[in-house]
């Protein structure tokens, strides 16, 4: 079993940057980030691999960096030139041992 902590969300103008953090109760192997808006399917915007390789969302190019600390435990998603598009319930993921684990959620809202 997995428990994740996430943190960092919250109300931000256009523009503006956010940093999310996630820690895991123990080491994991891929690490990631989904998020979901209203009315709309959970979707993925960054992802570590457990060898260190990271994907985007088309979204989240230029704009967003993930990066995790040396023992797995940790992971952020450092959010740069926020849109109100960006606006969604952002959920940690982690993978470790056959299958995958889901944080509590933490909100981010991008408005004027």
């Known amino acids: 079993q997995v428990q994740l902590v996430e943190s960092g969300g919250g109300l931000v103008q256009p523009g503006e940057s956010l940093r999310l953090s996630c820690v895991a109760s123990?080491?994991?192997?891929?690490m990631g980030w989904y998020r979901q808006a209203p009315g709309k399917q959970r979707e993925l915007v960054a992802l570590?691999?457990?060898?260190?390789?990271?994907k985007y969302a088309d979204s989240a190019l230029g704009r967003f960096t993930i990066s995790r600390d040396n023992a797995k435990t940790t992971v952020w998603l450092q959010m740069n030139s926020l849109k109100p598009e960006d606006t969604a319930i952002y959920y940690c993921y982690v993978y470790l041992a056959i299958r995958g684990y889901w944080g509590q959620g933490t909100q981010v809202t991008v408005s004027s």
């Open positions: 123990r080491s994991t192997q891929d």
């Open positions: 570590i691999n457990n060898d260190g390789s990271t």
